[in-house]
Structure formats: C-alpha cells, structure tokens
C-alpha cells in the first residue's frame, strides 16, 4: 500500500482555506478516500443514520479531481489500488499550515526563486517506546531558510470490506433529489435558523417544485417560521397554482404536498447548523433539494471554474441530513 503526491498551489490552497475549514465544523474526524481519479474528505458515511433521536449526523462528501489536488499522484494498494483512512482535521489543517508557512519563505539574495513543491505521502513509523510501527500521513517541504516535516497520526488503513462499504455509500449518496431550489442567499439563511434554532430543537423543511423553501419550528406553545419564494428550481418543477397567493405559508405547503408537488420532511436544527457551516468552503451555488419518499434533506454545493459561469466538474461537495419522521410524498 503505497500513497505519494506533490500538492498544486491551487489544491492546497482549497484544502487549507476552504474545505479543511467546513469539515472541521461537521465534525472533528473525516475520512480520507484516495482512489486513482479522485482524492475525498468524507464525514459520517460509515456511521448509522439513524441512530437515536438525533440520527447519526450529516453526512458530508468533498470530492476533488486528483489533478486538481495534486500534480503528481502515485497510489497502490490491494484494495483495486484505494486506500481509506480517518484522521483529525484539526491536526491535518494544523500540519498544512505549518508546512505552507516555510513554503513561503521569500527566497535568499542569489538564491534560485521558487520553492520545493509540498509533498505527501503515507509512512509507517516506529514512535519512541512503541513496538509496533504507527501509520502517518507525512508532509515535507523546503523554504529558503527552513525545511519542514509534519506527521499526522491516521488510523490503520481500511480494510478491502471496509473500502467496499465506503464505496458503496459514496455510490448511494450520488442520488439527487428529483428537485432542487436554489438559496441565493446563504448567510441570511444562516441568520434565519440562528434565530429558529432558539425556538426549538426539531426543523420542519418543505421543497416545492415550482422553488418555494419553507422552514418552520413548532413547539406546544409557538409556531415560528420562515418562507423563500420564486427560487430558481432545477430538475422537476411545475407551475404555482393562481390561487395560493392569499393563503397562508404553512397552508400553501400542506396543499402543496397533497398535490404531489412538494416534499416535506422533519431534521434536527442542530444537523442543519452543521450543514450550514459548510459555508466555508465558499460555494458559488446553493441548492436544497429533498430524497424521493423524505429520505433525506440533500444540500448540493456548486462551483464555478476561476473566471467562468461554468460549472466546476472537477469539484462535488454536498450533504444529506437524516430525517427524523418517513416525510411526506
């Protein structure tokens, strides 16, 4: 089992500015899946999700083209050449900042420009007063006045049965929703759950399919709640009925979903907090979207390539928030 890269100025940068930084707020351990197209930070994909009244937390998958990350990739391994590992990202955001900070070092008068590209690579190392040797993810650079070498502890390498269950929950998570919304406006809807989220625990999400997204929190003594109209919509989408105009949101809603064109279903705020952190790897869309059935809340991040409108396909980052009731179809 052999991993060993040189990270490109832009990959690294994403990693240590954008998506290290939202991974952290899902949740402190990711795993890292490596396979020979595609580098991965993944969140909760093995865990249950549905495990007690919480659910097993939002799952979270950022994808990366490996030519994005990296400009030179060797991977080997057993398991059809994947490896898979779990790590704290803390430390791994920690170790690229160290070694970032020596690859900026300017360069000495007369000495050549540019610095050593940054490596990485899988090793096992026999920590002191250990018998046995410790998998690390290791990071190694050279500045103009200091070389670097950071090792993260990483968990033993997964198992090929291991792989294959992460593999195949990455291809069950591939399922859009048949509708998506798209949010315009992601830090007032940051604004809005903050407040909400003071309300109550549990948070009522409704798509329709002609781009209405409805929030609502209902406890024993209020009903507080929230409505964004005439979103754009992609996928299935069918024209608002004439008549609603004057009828109440949550009346809107209800109808809707009687009529089949909308889908509504129950998460917990603290999952949805989570999901809205995800912020911080700076998407230029945002849509919601729900699973057929009310399987399960979807949020879909994204990017455009530098300097385009066009969509970024070597980037796929999203989220799926478990449900706390079967939904509403």
Do not use: W
């Not at 950071?150 to 997964?158: T, Y």
């Amino acid at each position: 089992m052999k991993f060993k890269a040189f990270f490109t100025d832009d990959g690294i940068s994403l990693l240590d500015k954008r998506f290290l930084p939202a991974m952290d707020k899902v949740g402190r351990i990711c795993h890292v899946f490596l396979t020979p197209t595609h580098a991965m930070l993944l969140h909760n994909l093995l865990g249950a999700t549905a495990a007690g009244p919480d659910g097993g937390g939002p799952q979270c998958v950022a994808q990366f083209a490996k030519d994005l990350l990296f400009r030179e990739y060797n991977l080997s391994s057993r398991n059809g050449n994947q490896i898979a590992f779990s790590v704290e990202v803390p430390l791994l955001q920690r170790a690229l900042r160290s070694v970032l900070a020596v690859h900026a070092q300017p360069p000495a008068a007369g000495d050549a420009p540019g610095a050593p590209a940054i490596q990485v690579r899988l090793v096992n190392k026999l920590p002191a007063g250990s018998r046995s040797a410790t998998p690390f993810l290791t990071f190694e650079t050279k500045g103009a006045r200091a070389a670097v070498v950071q090792d993260v502890p990483i968990s033993r390498p997964l198992s090929r049965s291991d792989v294959e269950r992460l593999q195949a929950a990455l291809d069950a998570a591939k399922d859009l929703p048949q509708t998506l919304v798209q949010v315009p406006d992601l830090p007032q809807l940051q604004s809005l759950v903050d407040r909400l989220k003071n309300v109550g625990d549990l948070l009522t999400v409704a798509v329709t399919k002609y781009g209405d997204l409805h929030l609502q929190v209902s406890t024993s003594l209020v009903t507080v709640g929230s409505e964004f109209r005439k979103l754009r919509v992609v996928g299935d989408r069918a024209n608002a009925p004439v008549g609603d105009q004057n009828l109440t949101a949550s009346t809107r809603m209800d109808m809707a979903v009687v009529r089949g064109e909308a889908l509504s279903v129950q998460v917990n705020m603290k999952h949805l907090v989570k999901s809205l952190h995800c912020h911080l790897a700076k998407p230029d869309y945002t849509f919601y979207g729900i699973a057929p059935g009310g399987a399960c809340l979807t949020v879909v991040f994204q990017y455009f390539i530098p300097g385009t409108r066009l969509a970024d396909k070597s980037i796929s980052f999203y989220c799926r928030l478990p449900v706390l009731d079967p939904g509403s179809s």
